[in-house]
């Protein structure tokens, strides 16, 4: 697994400053760079399809959306990850090891790039995580 480097990592805000203390509607769009390794974060209301809709990103489907959804008084991280089906690199098996063993730095992107969420809303680090692994095959 990669280790996380703050200085790889660069954070898009579509949100105004006051946005920090709202958690819903939050989701954040992560995508990288296989030859630079630099992690690209967006942090916004919806997800940012310019950055996943280039040719390249909709081949590889590397990319990883996530969202915050309340859930009875608290609040859960939804990420979602594409392992097979369409025009996408890799078998669904290998997609699927790379995605579970990448999780990690992926939290760790998340709340260190969101890190003024977390500081107005320390709880949160506790909430449930559930991560939909999308696929067009059952296994």
């Known amino acids: 697994m990669t280790n996380f ?4 990592l660069h954070v898009l805000h579509q949100i105004p400053n006051e946005f920090n203390k709202v958690i819903i509607p939050r989701k954040y769009t ?3 760079s296989d030859s630079t390794g630099d992690l690209f974060l967006t942090i916004g209301k ?8 280039n040719l390249y990103t909709r081949f590889m489907r590397d990319e990883v959306i996530a969202e915050w959804l309340p859930k009875n008084n608290h609040y859960e991280l939804h990420l979602y990850v594409h392992v097979s089906g369409g025009l996408i690199f890799g078998w ?6 790379i995605f579970r063993n990448h999780l990690p730095l992926v939290l760790q992107t998340i709340v260190f790039g969101d890190k003024k969420l977390f500081e107005e809303f320390p709880s949160l680090k506790e909430s449930q995580i559930f991560v939909h692994f999308k696929s067009t095959h059952k296994k």
């Open 46 to 53: 919806d997800y940012d399809i310019d950055q996943i809709s």
């Open 5 to 8: 480097n703050p200085e790889k």
């Open 92 to 97: 669904a098996r290998l997609r699927d090891k």
């Open 30 to 32: 992560l995508t990288h």
